[in-house]
């Protein structure tokens, strides 16, 4: 089972990533998924879910109507587009498999001018 994220990166603040999650060795279809972020010194929050169909999803407050969580079921692909960038979304960002409750590798983002 892997779950590899990738597409972090520095960006100013205001822009834009697209963050990818690749899952194998998992029926990914069928589980729930979730991005995660950790900044330093901080815990591990939950940002962003989206269900199994990709019809449901939850944001946190921090983070809803800036970033938009997405997957392709075909590819066994998960998504997060974060917008509006600001600094104190610095962080680690990690997928996870809800179901299984499997973590993958973390991906750094750093919003800085």
């Known amino acids: 089972v892997q779950l590899q994220a990738s597409g972090g990166g520095l960006v100013q603040p205001g822009g834009s990533l697209r963050l990818s999650c690749a899952v194998s060795?998992?029926?990914?279809?069928?589980?729930?998924m979730g991005w995660f972020r950790q900044a330093p010194g901080k815990q591990r929050d939950l940002i962003a879910t989206?269900?199994?169909?990709?019809?449901?999803?939850y944001y946190a407050d921090s983070v809803k109507g800036r970033f938009t969580i997405s997957r392709d079921n075909a590819k066994n692909m998960l998504y997060l587009q974060m917008n509006s960038l600001k600094p104190e979304d610095t962080a680690v960002y990690y997928c996870?498999?809800?179901?299984?409750?499997?973590w993958g590798q973390g991906t750094l983002v750093t919003v800085s001018s």
């Open positions: 989206i269900s199994s169909g990709g019809n449901t999803n």
């Open positions: 060795g998992v029926f990914f279809s069928i589980n729930n």
């Open positions: 996870r498999d809800i179901n299984l409750q499997l």
